[in-house]
């Protein structure tokens, strides 16, 4: 799982990734983010697929699809008001 900055709707600049998954279903991943996010931040969470180094490279790994062929991922944002701000829950 890879966290971007939003840039106009679509994945930005790297600002987090999680540990690297094994493929399977998966709850409660934890992301580490390189920067701080600020309320009403926009961000891309994304899925993909490791080349077999086990570590994100967007030059090598690429973006995992779903059955249609478009690359998994959604834009969200933060909010300061949430329950638990430093927990964000995205379901794909």
């Not at 994100?56 to 008001?81: E, F, K, Q």
């Amino acid at each position: 799982v890879v966290v971007h900055r939003d840039t106009d709707g679509k994945p930005g600049k790297v600002i987090g990734r999680s540990a690297l998954l094994k493929a399977g279903e998966h709850t409660k991943v934890s992301v580490t983010l390189d920067e701080t996010i600020m309320d009403d931040d926009r961000l891309v969470v994304a899925l993909w697929q490791d080349d077999g180094d086990e570590f994100y490279d967007a030059a090598n790994d690429t973006a995992v699809h779903d059955g249609t062929g478009a690359d998994i991922w959604m834009v969200t944002h933060v909010d300061a008001n949430a329950p638990d701000p430093a927990t964000v829950q995205v379901n794909f």
